[in-house]
């Protein structure tokens, strides 16, 4: 069992920065897989980026290839989303996930365990 809490977003003013944490219960996190996804209103929760089990290899979506850095730390349990570049339409709730697989899934059913998000809005 994996517990995960969000925390770190806020309003922010286009072009501004946000750095999301997830922080994870449980001595196993550095088996896991973690990943980033969000949730915007009317629409469907969608894959932001994965990180590996040992922070080696990582997954962006297209939409913020670039703009966003997804980095972990396994001696403190938390996996970080840094969010540079930021733009109106990456407003949305941002949920942190775990599963123990070494694939970096793209899709919500590709992970186990999910946090109770953090709204991020970006003003224009």
């Known amino acids: 069992q994996v517990q995960l809490v969000e925390s770190g977003g806020g309003l922010v003013q286009a072009g501004g920065s946000l750095r999301l944490s997830c922080a994870a219960s449980g001595r196993t996190f550095s088996s896991y897989a973690m990943g980033w996804f969000r949730q915007a209103p009317g629409k469907e929760r969608e894959f932001v980026a994965a990180?590996?089990?040992?922070?080696?290899?990582?997954k962006y979506a297209d939409s913020v290839k670039g703009r966003f850095t997804i980095s972990r730390d396994n001696a403190e349990n938390t996996v970080y989303l840094q969010m540079n570049s930021l733009k109106p339409e990456d407003t949305a709730v941002y949920y942190c996930?775990?599963?123990?697989?070494?694939?970096?899934?793209?899709?919500?059913?590709?992970?186990?365990?999910w946090g109770q998000g953090t709204q991020v809005t970006v003003s224009s």
């Open positions: 990180i590996s089990w040992s922070g080696r290899a990582a």
């Open positions: 996930a775990a599963v123990a697989a070494l694939r970096l899934g793209v899709k919500p059913y590709d992970y186990d365990y």
